[in-house]
């Protein structure tokens, strides 16, 4: 028989039952035991559903109330001895380092891979000392198995956890090796006497260029763990491991998870002298995106190894379903076609329990489900909106000169200061004002109905008229909208682009009670009428100052959304590139003088191997180019990025020859800026000279020294000053503030450059 398992289940329920748990407790409104309680209620119901979907086996080891990883940092005993907790970590002491206490920070976040979950990153040095604390995985395990379920415990692999620590400097990661060992073969012996039938080990760095010394290890490593006697399933996940598939072979493990849906063609490599006494688990289900599959395809796909390996092929998502929407069925407002094509995990655990059942019991067995597959799959493909012949028609016509501004930076630049009429060290902001409960009101009075367009347009315009006033007040030199009028910065623009949907309850976790709503990108993408001409234009006219379009850019507007798999990544920015430069040119030829495309996630979209990043990076830049190059060479493009680590893909960042770029640079002293600084930089730069993620006010003082090394790297001609990001948390009296001592900064330093009158 086949056996159907998922490598991980998403935890935070299908109404984010965890979240409001997990925040009720925080706020100390739901003691520790009754959070404790919603959790084993939800997982009690995602082990039923698996059952109930045909899985041989329930996941265990899955769940978290902040996220896996940590929960492997509190399970070995990994705490940073800066928070100075006692011989076990509990629940306190769990979120006290994901959240930081008064004392401490929290530990650092990082994304998860490629994913836009993002993970704790443990700490680690000559202290830790790992060690099992039964307090953390074994008591669900336990639960699972009263519970009568057949139970795979899922562990992050040992390699992948360390990996993925920050280690104190000078400290060997893999020097922890053999305490960690330890600590896992504790945990593993102890499983199997419970009667644990599998143990999934998550090792999807796998996937990464990882050193040679890394590699080494692995075999010793798992052959470590082996002796525990438990059957250790290795998992692979979100790329290809054929180039390892030599040594995997060779590993005591009892078999090995394959992510065919990021990587089909890594399958004959080890179907090729596959062990006889491993299982290969085969993930044919996107764990990645809410697409229903294409079971009758992915059947065929499978019959080879089904045929080589008999017993021996277990059938899966590619990865955990973590990262997808729990369950279609509360959607209650989709398109019914739409709906058709979608899959969340609860589907996905069916569409899992099918393939097994048709592989078992032949296709006929379950030919009725299999017709209904491959029928939505085929009115998703003839469906009018996946294919916009003008749309096709427009991306295959592009060319080289459509990634060209007219003339380039130098000649630009000229043009743009004669229009601009701007001081040196001209002052901004990066686009949102504070987002006060009125506008959240009125928006939702808007959404509900109870407020007419009319009334909901003049509040917004109330809102406007606001922030031109103040900034003008302020005495900035180019000033926004304040983009009141936005919820989100992708949300806002995919509502009014065509090929986009927007779910009830698609939510999926991003980092710990935090929780996004990605929306779908079902279609070709199109603009079927401007989106933001009408606030800049009411903006412009009510001062005389430049007044900054505000758009998010192709790269963001793709990253953030769950994307269509039917057509390359690529096809669907040039599609965005092109809506979104029709806006650009709407926005100019409406009196804009500077339009500012936001792209905080170039970096996000970065292939995990380095070998495929030049075609990504070539892509993403002529997406970037398109939508900026529409616009006459006085037309000023600024593009603004956070989240900062992009050292090592500055001479992309140039390539979009955006004409002024702003960043985050303030919380780490302007190191950001040195790199580009030293990479010689060729455009304006507008570094981030103060942090809007803190309440605190910097000082005048402050921000001038940032400046001043701002200009040991930068000409004065060409640096910019303003926040690190936008003011969109931040309060009315907290922005004033800032933002008079930093115009107050500027002013200073412009009396002191050389030729200042
Ligand atoms: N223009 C956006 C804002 O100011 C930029 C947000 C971002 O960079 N994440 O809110
Ligand atoms: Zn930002």
């Keep these: 028989m086949t056996v159907a398992h998922i490598l991980g289940f998403p935890r935070i329920g299908a109404r984010r039952e965890l979240k409001t748990a997990v925040e009720a407790h925080w706020k100390g409104s739901l003691p520790a035991a009754s959070l404790q309680q919603a959790a084993a209620d939800l997982r009690a119901r995602h082990w039923a559903q698996q059952r109930a979907a045909g899985l041989d086996y329930v996941t265990v080891g899955d769940f978290a109330f902040y996220d896996h990883l940590h929960n492997a940092t509190a399970l070995f005993s990994a705490a940073p001895d800066r928070f100075g907790f006692g011989e076990r970590i509990g629940l306190a002491d769990y979120f006290a380092m994901a959240r930081g206490t008064p004392q401490q920070p929290a530990l650092a976040m990082k994304k998860w891979f490629d994913t836009n ?115 250790l399933l290795l998992a692979s996940y979100f790329g290809a491991v054929d180039a390892h598939a030599g040594w995997l072979k060779d590993l005591p493990i009892a078999g090995l998870h394959l992510d065919l849906v990021r990587a089909p063609q890594q399958l004959d490599a080890f179907l090729d002298g596959w062990p006889q006494d491993k299982i290969l688990s085969l993930g044919v289900v996107d764990g990645r995106n809410p697409w229903r599959t294409d ?151 808007f959404k509900a109905g109870t ?121 669907v920015a040039l599609q965005l590139a092109l809506a979104l430069r029709d806006e650009v040119c709407d926005l100019e030829a409406a009196g804009i003088q500077v339009i ?20 990504y990076l070539d892509w993403a830049v002529q997406a970037f180019r398109i939508t900026a190059s529409g616009v006459r060479a006085e037309t000023q493009i600024h593009t603004h990025m956070c989240y900062s680590e992009f050292n090592d893909i500055l001479p992309a960042i140039a390539a979009l020859d955006a004409d002024v770029i702003t960043i985050e640079t303030s919380r780490a002293r302007m190191k950001l800026l040195d790199a580009f600084g030293d990479f010689q930089y060729p455009n304006d730069i507008g570094p981030g000279v103060y942090d809007i993620h803190s309440p605190r006010i910097p000082a005048r003082e402050e921000m001038h020294d940032l400046l001043q090394r701002a200009l040991a790297v930068v000409p004065a001609e060409r640096l910019w000053v303003n926040p690190d990001c936008g003011l969109k948390t931040r309060s009315w009296p907290e922005v004033e503030a800032a933002l008079s001592q930093m115009v107050a900064a500027a002013r200073e330093l412009r009396a002191a450059l050389p030729g200042a009158a």
């Design 117 to 231: 979950y993002h993970y704790l990153v443990p700490e680690i040095g000559a202290q830790t000392r790992p060690r099992l604390n039964r307090d953390w995985l074994l008591p669900e395990v336990h639960e699972a198995l009263a519970l009568g379920h057949p139970v795979k415990v899922v562990l992050p692999g040992p390699l992948t956890w360390l990996w993925l620590a920050d280690a104190e400097p000078g400290f060997d990661k893999l020097s922890l090796l053999s305490l960690l060992l330890n600590a896992y073969f504790a945990l593993l012996a102890e499983l199997r006497q419970l009667g644990v039938a599998w143990v999934q080990i998550d090792e999807p760095i796998l996937s990464l260029d990882l050193p040679a010394a890394w590699l080494a290890v692995y075999p010793t490593v798992y052959r470590e763990l082996a002796g525990a006697g438990a059957p």
């Design 451 to 571: 407020l007419d367009e009319a009334g909901y347009r003049s509040a917004m315009e109330a809102e406007i008229a606001h922030a031109v006033r103040q900034q003008e007040a302020l005495g900035l030199d180019v000033l926004v909208h304040g983009e009141a009028e936005r919820n989100d910065m992708v949300e806002y623009f995919g509502e009014q682009l065509a090929g986009y949907a927007f779910t009830e309850f698609g939510w999926v976790q991003s980092y710990g009670s935090r929780c996004v709503k990605p929306p779908i990108i079902h279609g070709d993408v199109w603009r079927p009428q401007p989106m933001t001409v009408a606030w800049s234009r009411y903006a412009q006219s009510l001062t005389d100052k430049p007044m900054k379009g505000m758009l998010s850019g192709p790269l963001t507007m793709l990253f953030w959304s769950f994307v269509r798999d039917d057509l390359p990544k690529r096809e």
């Design 596 to 615: 500012q495309i936001d792209e905080p996630t170039i970096r996000e979209g970065l292939p995990l191997k380095r070998a495929d990043w030049p075609a």
């Design 295 to 445: 079971l009758v395809a992915v059947l065929g796909r499978l019959n080879r190894a089904h045929t080589a390996l008999g017993e021996r092929l277990w059938v899966s998502a590619s990865c955990s379903l973590l990262h997808v929407p729990v369950d279609l069925a509360q959607e209650r407002k989709l398109a019914p076609e739409l709906r058709r094509w979608l899959a969340f995990a609860v589907q996905k655990l069916d569409e899992i329990g099918l393939l097994k059942r048709a592989l078992d019991h032949g296709p006929d067995a379950v030919w009725k489900a299999l017709d209904e597959a491959s029928r939505a799959v085929e009115s998703r493909r003839s469906a009018a909106s996946s294919c916009v012949p003008a749309v096709r028609a427009r991306v295959a016509a592009l060319t080289e000169a459509d990634a060209c501004r007219e003339s380039p930076f130098g000649q630009r630049i000229q043009a743009q200061r004669q229009a601009l009429k701007l001081p040196p060290l001209p002052t901004t902001t990066i686009g949102s004002f504070p987002q006060t409960a009125e506008i959240r009101a009125a928006r939702a009075a």
